[in-house]
């Protein structure tokens, strides 16, 4: 086993802060792991080169030229981070043994690596790195975070609480993943989903090194939609259990009238009433966003455009 070649696969867009630290840190764990033949000699780092806008590539570039253990692959334009890491992925299956992705920021833990490729070499197909806590992070970037795992939880979508995208995964796992076609992806979702034994390592999340984060609110908001219209349909049940309920009182509303008029009473209340029609049109735009989330994704799908298109790849 410890002649496997691993290879660390690193998104990135717009790194060219980060960068330097990052490389210097994978290489000096590289080297380390290699020496201590816990990986092949021929392992190596894969960039994966978003269509950043800064230097990023320049760099990259720069390094795969300079060093036989840095690699980079340049896609034509953004496709974003989970089409970049499965681009990646789908990349380094060709002559990797085992794969490790990891963010460019490293505010997952590289020393957790070494663990996770002792799991594989016990057996383990798939080993997640899972946060043990968030202490580094803000308040607003940590609540935000624990609402998204809670509610892909709540919609139903198999996933893995505190793990985003740092994990370890064989060949076999990669090839199995690349079986899925889908266009909408969410790898959190997807990878839980292949099988195979599973294991976990846990770390503490670190500050990030420099830039700034590539998941503000808005993508946050943008990746949980993408990640339950792609594995749920709860949410179209819950539509059904709204309508019910709407019925419900609409039977209510009926009685009540029916009633005043046999006691010759008048129905008084225009406010309430138009109070009522505007909160269930609301629901119902509401309901027919949901629906229309639902056929874009069907929509995207149908197409079967590729995932991203690779402009260059440095070996």
Request: glycine share 8%.
């Amino acid at each position: 086993m410890g002649n496997s070649i691993l290879a660390i696969v690193v998104p990135c867009f717009n790194e060219e802060e980060v960068l330097p630290q990052t490389n210097q840190q994978l290489r000096a764990l590289l080297d380390g792991m290699m020496r201590d033949g816990l990986v092949g000699n021929g392992s190596y780092i894969l960039y994966v080169n978003d269509g950043s806008r800064d230097r990023t590539w320049e760099i990259i570039a720069g390094y795969s030229e300079a060093d036989v253990h840095v690699r980079g692959l340049k896609l034509a334009g953004n496709v974003g981070h989970q089409n970049a890491l499965m681009a990646g992925l789908e990349t380094a299956r060709q002559d990797a043994d085992v794969t490790v992705s990891i963010d460019a920021d490293l505010q997952d833990d590289i020393h957790a690596i070494p663990e996770m490729v002792n799991k594989y070499n016990d057996g383990c197909d798939i080993v997640y790195g899972v946060r043990r806590k968030r202490t580094t992070d803000t308040f607003f970037k940590r609540t935000t975070a624990q609402m998204f795992y809670k509610f892909m939880t709540g919609m139903g979508v198999k996933s893995v609480y505190n793990h985003a995208d740092f994990r370890l995964m064989s060949r076999r796992a990669v090839d199995a993943l690349c079986q899925y076609e889908e266009r909408n992806l969410f790898l959190r979702g997807l990878v839980p989903l292949l099988g195979y034994k599973t294991d976990q390592v846990y770390y503490d999340r670190l500050e990030r090194q420099a830039g700034e984060s590539k998941y503000p609110l808005s993508k946050m908001l943008s990746f949980a939609i993408d990640g339950v219209t792609s594995f749920s349909v709860k949410p179209l049940r819950l539509i059904f259990d709204l309508g019910l309920v709407f019925l419900l009182i609409s039977l209510g509303i009926l009685v009540y009238v029916i009633v005043a008029l046999c006691q010759g009473r008048g129905v008084q209340g225009w406010a309430s009433l138009m109070l009522s029609i505007w909160f269930v049109g609301g629901c119902v735009l509401i309901c027919l966003s949901i629906i229309a989330a639902y056929i874009g994704r069907i929509y995207t799908e149908d197409k079967h455009r590729p995932r991203y298109n690779i402009e260059t790849y440095l070996k």
